[in-house]
């Protein structure tokens, strides 16, 4: 069976470190208050002259390096963002257009903090087909730019960051992306919403929405997560016919510990087999997986034959989850 095997990983995040005690001196938060809800030390922040694309494209141009193929052999190009550099063109196509992939397709895929869960799913299913033999799959987000800095409840959560996966066309059918699940519940859009700039409130009109930056009911929002990050994971492995046990690497969507933790308890992964690193970047939307992917492997931690759960959720509402064969 033909398979989406990952060949290559990159990640690229702002230079720029903004930690918990620097907000203490912008809104009143506390190191502790941030570090015990969420698990948050510090988060990456983009400067001015940072976009989604451009961190998009030294992301995709290490994946691509790492496999060793050449940008003309990408035939398609999927990107995972809800924050891309404008509502259009699509951030994919800057990314096409920064590496050169004059061969490629490109599409922007917009499920938030599932964007990558989402766009690996499109891109594995592209390769299944036989639609497409060489897929780059990036998660990319910069919330920092749509957050209000002065809401305390949202400002303190997210950071900036960008992932990529090389993916590529696998005749050997045992390694891949094994099974994916991709859900969502609309009536569930007002717990997280960033409503400007788009055809309800256009940047440029008149009748413009009072909140400043994005909007979360996070209560709300943490109790859905709780149950939606084991179900999509529950049904992913079932799907497959795979149990938790046997899960070698848990890479969730790195919002905060908490939620991380309860998925883990419901599955019964221990530590050792639980990748975190929110602490380090707090909540970077859709490029949290492939970040976390890509450390994981960079450390060692994930090694060719492992399998591998992914899972997010976001905005939408929408969640979901991978099963991978690394
Ligand atoms: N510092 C200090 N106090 C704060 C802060 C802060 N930064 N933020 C909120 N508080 C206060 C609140 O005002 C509240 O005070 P009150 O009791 O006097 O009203 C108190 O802390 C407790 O607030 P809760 O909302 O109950 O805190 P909770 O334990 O639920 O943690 C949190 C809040 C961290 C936001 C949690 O609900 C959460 O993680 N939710 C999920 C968010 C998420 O994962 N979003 C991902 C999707 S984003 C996307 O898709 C783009």
Known sequence: MRRALVTGVGMQVPSRIVTNKELESLVDTSDEWILQRTGIRERRVAGPDETASSLAIVAAKEALDRSQVHPEELDIIVVGTVTGDMPFPSTSCLVQAGIGAVNAGAMDVGAACAGFIYSLCVASSLIESGQSRNALVIGVDMLTKFVDWTDRSTCVLFGDGAGALMVQASENGDRGVLKTVMLADGTGARHIEYPVGGSKYPASGEQRTPAKGLTMNGSEVYRFAVTAMGDACCRVLDEAGYSAEEVD???????????????????????????????RFGNTSGGSIPIGLYEAERSGRLKPGDLVLTVGFGAGLVWGANLIRW
């Open 249 to 279: 690497l848990f890479v969730p969507h790195q919002a905060n510990l908490r939620i991380i933790q309860s998925a883990q308890k419901r599955l019964g992964i221990p530590d050792e087999r639980v990748f975190v690193n929110v602490d």
